[in-house]
T-cell receptor, first 111, second 116 residues
Framework: EDKVVQSPLSLVVHEGDTVTLNCSYE??????LLWYKQEKKAPTFLFML????IEKKSGRLSSILDKKELSSILNITATQTGDSAIYLC???????????FGKGTKLTVNP | ETGVTQTPRHLVMGMTNKKSLKCEQH?????MYWYKQSAKKPLELMFV???????ENNSVPSRFSPECPNSSHLFLHLHTLQPEDSALYLC???????????????FGPGTRLTVL
């Protein structure tokens, strides 16, 4: 059965800190790994990592895929209170477009 | 604005009521999804429609009935729900290809459902 495990489940930091969120997975036929940010309701897409694109960066956020370790990390540098959210990792399951999500990491950035 | 809208945003219903959730996507995508998000649980996929055909039914009870009249609209009909069905229901859409690498899904704002 495909699994996605995120850690930590919650994290509280101060503005300016750097955080690293982890996602490990067990899926058959890996194709891609996606990171989402969920603030109030709907998750918004951050990155998609594939075998041909194992590192992505956007501003203070960056993500790396380690296919050998079956994991990915999401880094946020110089955190701001607006980064407070639940960060979700997801992978497509098997041969379908169905995504399997982890439970998420709840990040709280205090001023 | 993600291009995926959902109505209503909040819904309170009794266990004997019948209601429907609506989702509309303005992105020209060919796949649409219903998800359930309960407190302290991972996001759960409920249904997938690809080119208006249901391709996934993730063991969802029959009191939830999806309908996809065209590739832009998706409904979730609710009937005789239970209090444990209270959750945030999210709709998403994506543009799927035959290449085998799924594309990112764009989510709507969700409907917060409370079943009394």
């Amino acid at each position: 059965e495909d699994k996605v495990v995120q850690s930590p489940l919650s994290l509280v930091v101060h503005e300016g800190d750097t955080v690293t969120l982890n996602c490990s997975y067990e899926v058959t036929n890996f194709r891609s790994l996606l990171w989402y940010k969920q603030e109030k309701k709907a998750p918004t897409f951050l990155f998609m990592l594939t075998s041909s694109g194992i590192e992505k960066k956007s501003g203070r956020l960056s993500s790396i895929l380690d296919k050998k370790e079956l994991s990915s990390i999401l880094n946020i540098t110089a955190t701001q209170t607006g980064d407070s959210a639940i960060y979700l990792c997801a992978l497509p399951q098997g041969g379908s477009e169905k995504l399997v999500f982890g439970k998420g990491t709840k990040l709280t950035v205090n001023p | 604005e993600t291009g995926v809208t959902q109505t209503p945003r909040h819904l309170v219903m009794g266990m004997t009521n019948k209601k429907s959730l609506k989702c509309e996507q303005h992105l020209g995508h060919n796949a649409m999804y219903w998800y359930k998000q309960s407190a302290k649980k991972p996001l759960e996929l409920m249904f997938v429609y690809n080119f208006k055909e249901q391709t996934e039914n993730n063991s969802v009870p029959s009191r939830f009935s999806p309908e996809c009249p065209n590739s832009s609209h998706l409904f979730l009909h609710l009937h005789t729900l239970q209090p444990e069905d209270s959750a945030l229901y999210l709709c998403a859409s994506s543009q799927e290809t035959l290449a085998g690498v799924p594309n990112e899904q764009f989510f709507g704002p969700g409907t917060r459902l409370t079943v009394l």
